[in-house]
Every structure is written in C-alpha cells, then in structure tokens.
C-alpha cells in the first residue's frame, strides 16, 4: 500500500480515536492519555544507549510518571485531594541516592535523562488532563479539543503551504524540509482555524485568535525540539507504534511543546482577563 495511504488512514484512525476519548469523557481520556504518557516514556529512554539511561532511572521514570499522573486524575474524580502530589516529591530524590550505588559510566547523564523525560514527557500529558478537567457549560472537552485543532491545522497546513510555495529554509540543520513560507502559512491557517473553532462553538474569538498566534509557534518550536533530539541521537524515528508517523513522540511533539503556553494563556484568561 502506498506509504501515503498508510499515512493518512493511521492519521484518520488517530485523531478519531483522540476526538473520541474527548468526547466520552474524563476517565477515557485520562485512560488514553495515560497509555500515550507510557508509551512515550519508553520511546524517549529508548534513544539513550543503556550504558547512559540505565535501567534503573527508566523504571523509576515510568513509576513516578505514572503515580503522578494518577494523583492528578484522582484529584480531578474528587478521590483525594491535589496536596497528595506533595507526597511524591520524595520520589524525586530516590534516583540521587541511587547514583551513589551506580556502577554506570556516567550516571549524571542518566540523572539527567531521567529528569528530561519528567519535564519534556509527563508535564505535558499532566497539563493536558489539567486542562480536560476545566469544565465549561458546553463540556469539558472543549479547551482540549481546541489546542490539538490548533496544532494539526498548523501541521497540516505548514505541509501543504511548505510543498507548494517553500523555498527559504526555516532551519535547515535540524529539519532540512521545513520552510519559511511552510511555517507562516501553517499559522496563518491555524489562528483561522481557531477562529472558526471559535464560532462553531460559540466562543470568545479575542481568546481564541490568541491561542492560535500562542499555540501555532509554539507546535513549531516543539516539532525543531524532537528533530534535534533525534538528530542528536542518530534515530529517523521515535518508534513505530503508528504506521506511516512513527511513534507517540513523533505525534504529540507539537502539542506536548504547545501545551504549558497554551495551559498558562488559558488560566490567565480564566482568572486575569476574564476573557472566559
């Protein structure tokens, strides 16, 4: 089947998959997103050699993303309240006491690793449920659903604008097919594309341009941030989990960078500008 067929019928299966969990509800898509936080975890410590990562930091990673993205979620299902994060803050010093006993050959780095995949991996997926969980009379999905619909019109159409007018490199070390006349027309298309996101759902247009000149930048800068990653580590790919896009990393790279502005632009909408 033709690579592009492949492409587009994985990417057609994944976003009605994500839009799907958004839309049933909050523990399907803290399910979904969680699955996707693993997933990405190990593809991220898989492009570390063993002898940097380690074993021990991987699993310690994955066992402290996981309890905090539960806690969270059981906050939002009203289990037990937010303060019990502040019980797992010892956690994060268990892997410096390991590194007394460690035999690598370089065990800051692995520390380091370790603390990365925390910021660039589970941060993100945590801000996203953060953000699912802000109810809205028309649903709580409604924020989430708006950044992704950001990010892939961005994606989308810095693709399409890129092949058919690119000619002046964007950053030519890190993504040699990105361009600059890619890059704006991808924003271009996303601030409109929040727009009309904005209208269907009957929204504030002032907020919404702004997530789009916030969002759409930003999904840029996170797609250049995985490109080096790889690059530096000599991998085309994160993984293979999905057909024709590579793994969970390769996916959510825009919107994991996007996430943090977009979840601080909204709380300061909320609170601040009164904008929502």
Do not use: C
Not at 6 to 26: K, Y
Not at 86 to 100: A, D, E, Q, R, S
Not at 165 to 186: A, D
Request: glycine fraction near 10%; charge should be neutral.
């Amino acid at each position: 089947m033709n690579n592009l067929v492949v492409r587009a019928l994985s990417g057609a299966l994944f976003v009605g998959l994500v839009i799907g969990a958004f839309l049933w509800g909050l523990l399907p898509t803290a399910i979904l997103l969680g699955i996707f936080m693993v997933i990405g975890l190990v593809e991220f410590y898989g492009l570390f050699p063993k002898s940097v990562s380690g074993n021990g930091h991987k699993t310690i990673g994955i066992i402290f993303g996981t309890l905090i993205f539960i806690s969270v979620l059981g906050n939002q299902l009203n289990w037990w309240n937010l303060n019990t994060l502040f019980y797992l803050i010892p956690v994060l010093f268990l892997p410096f006491i390991g590194m007394l006993f460690s035999e690598e050959k370089e065990p800051i780095k692995a520390l380091s690793i370790q603390f990365m995949s925390w910021v660039y991996v589970v941060l993100p997926f945590l801000l996203m449920l953060q953000i699912y969980a802000m109810t809205t009379e028309t649903g709580t999905w409604k924020y989430l659903i708006g950044l992704f619909v950001i990010v892939w019109s961005n994606d989308t159409f810095a693709y399409l604008t890129g092949r058919a007018f690119g000619r002046t490199k964007l950053f030519e070390k890190v993504s040699p097919k990105k361009t600059w006349e890619g890059t704006f027309g991808g924003i271009i298309m996303a601030v409109g594309a929040a727009l009309v996101y904005a209208y269907f759902q009957d929204e504030n247009y002032l907020f919404w341009g702004i997530s789009g000149v916030i969002v759409a930048p930003a999904a840029v800068i996170g797609d250049l941030i995985e490109s080096k990653i790889k690059r530096t580590v000599g991998v085309k790919d994160t993984g293979a989990i999905m057909p024709g896009h590579g793994g969970v990393l390769d996916r959510f790279d825009a919107v994991m960078f996007a996430t943090p502005f977009f979840f601080l632009w909204l709380t300061l909408s909320m609170t601040e500008f009164n904008f929502l």
